[in-house]
């Protein structure tokens, strides 16, 4: 199957004052994929999703997005691509519930929603929770959803699978790979660990101290499935 591609890495560098954080010669990514990120603790994840959701800007280089840069506004910062969503635990802090969470970002698919996801399992309770009191787990499951309903063309996921026990982590898998499959949407994930990333991941980008230290190719895209 010949993938279009959607991301174009050359020459990347990466440096908060004097601490390298990325150095990457080249990566390509392909269109309707999903990726695997994996690496230790500073091994540069985080740095290179970001830098990918437009979030953070390379001190070098080039990251190209369907063949071109990131808008600039006249200060020089990155404009927010609608096609992006970017997730990660730390941005979720909040006093106000899920339910609130929900209905603020999805006023037409409150109960839709409410049904889909928080219907089963232990994820019932949750619902009038206030988001600040949520584990890590609760709230990586809670990013992930409002990421699926919002059908990005590209979904980044920070930590996948972080305190996430093995029923809510093979439930988060079923809905990403169901995202994938029916709609296309390449999702790329980072993990400190590849248990997970094995199990669905087409490609697995291993990082060591901000540099590519190898590449595996996972489970192939199944013909008939989409790409956007």
């Given at each position: ?71 600039r506004s006249f200060f020089g910062n990155i404009v927010k691509h609608s096609d992006i969503q970017y997730l990660d635990i730390s941005s979720i802090e909040s006093r106000k519930t899920v339910k609130k969470l929900i209905s603020d970002n999805f006023p037409s698919k409150v109960q839709q929603i409410k049904s889909k996801h928080f219907t089963i399992f232990n994820t019932e309770s949750l619902w009038n929770t206030p988001i ?97």
């Open positions: 199957m010949d993938l279009k591609q959607i991301y174009d890495v050359k020459k990347l560098k990466l440096r908060f004052k004097t601490k390298k954080a990325l150095e990457i010669k080249t990566l390509k990514f392909h269109n309707g994929l999903i990726y695997g990120i994996c690496g230790n603790f500073g091994s540069g994840k985080t740095s290179l999703l970001k830098v990918l959701a437009g979030k953070q800007k390379e001190t070098s280089g080039t990251v190209l997005y369907q063949g071109k840069k990131f808008k600040n009191q949520l584990s890590d787990g609760e709230k990586h499951w809670l990013k992930t959803v409002v990421g699926v309903e919002k059908d990005p063309r590209v979904l980044l996921l920070d930590d996948y699978g972080m305190s996430l026990d093995p029923k809510n982590e093979m439930i988060l898998r079923k809905k990403i790979i169901k995202m994938n499959n029916i709609l296309g949407t390449t999702v790329i994930l980072s993990s400190q660990n590849d248990y997970f990333l094995k199990q669905f991941a087409s490609v697995i980008i291993y990082l060591d101290n901000g540099h590519v230290s190898k590449i595996r190719k996972g489970f192939k895209k199944r013909v008939g499935q989409k790409s956007r």
